[in-house]
């Protein structure tokens, strides 16, 4: 069964560093999503992106975030300068389609650790 | 904005009981609803959904029941599984925007 995959597990960074979380989601899937979780916390939304182009975002999802799908497999979520606060689990997601009428696939998610 | 919030924060069933696990919602323009299955150390897993032009749906042992009047949402798991144990989270979804806003989840345990 397709399934969306994430790397890595996790990520540990000191604050002010860069990281760079990957995602390849489910081949034929057209919408792409990045979702977190804080520790004991709500799934959180941060990003839609569909046909290279970001298509919602949160007000999580500020200058220091970026995404990009730079080959026709990966999608990545950018954090620049990482705040203690970005301790979290970053979700990544896709579907085929409009989300009325398709789920979204979540993929096993990579553990953010900002020292 | 959304608010999606559940009413127990942990539930504890006997094996071969039935659960309910209950979500309510903010938003009367709502109109998709999730329930997601959380293991540990996994990411959620999709179990049935259902849109604002139905109040129920039934799937392989679990029932999605939707009160729109009430903004309420609930997941029936029939005859419930050691298998079962996770977190569930409702989730909440407008036509035409992409995000999910989802719950703060549900712990069920199932005792043996």
């Known amino acids: 069964e397709p399934e969306v995959t994430q790397t890595p597990s996790h990520q540990v960074t000191q604050m002010g560093q860069e990281v760079i979380l990957r995602c390849v989601p489910i081949s034929n899937h057209l919408y792409f999503y990045w979702y977190r979780q804080i520790l004991g916390q709500k799934v959180e939304f941060l990003v839609s992106?569909?046909?290279?182009?970001?298509?919602?975002k949160s007000e999580i999802f500020d200058d220091q975030f970026s995404v990009e799908r730079p080959d026709g497999s990966n999608f990545t979520l950018k954090i620049r300068s990482t705040k203690l606060e970005d301790s979290a689990m970053y979700f990544c997601a896709s579907s085929v389609g409009d989300l009325s009428y398709n789920e979204q696939f979540f993929g096993p998610g990579t553990r953010l650790t900002v020292l | 904005g959304e608010s999606v919030g559940l009413h127990l924060p942990t539930l504890s069933v006997q094996e071969g009981d039935n659960s309910i696990i209950n979500c309510a919602y903010s938003n009367s323009a709502s109109d998709y609803f999730i329930w997601y299955k959380q293991e540990s150390g996994k990411g959620p897993q999709f179990i049935i959904d259902?849109?604002?032009?139905?109040d129920k749906r039934q799937g392989q042992r679990v029932t999605v029941l939707l009160n729109k009047t009430v903004k309420h949402l609930s997941l029936q798991i029939a005859a419930t599984q050691p298998g079962d144990s996770a977190v569930y989270f409702c989730a909440v979804g407008d036509t035409g925007r992409r995000a999910l806003t989802f719950g703060s989840g549900t712990r069920l345990q199932v005792q043996p």
């Open positions: 259902i849109r604002s032009n139905m």
């Open positions: 992106f569909y046909n290279n182009e970001i298509s919602e």
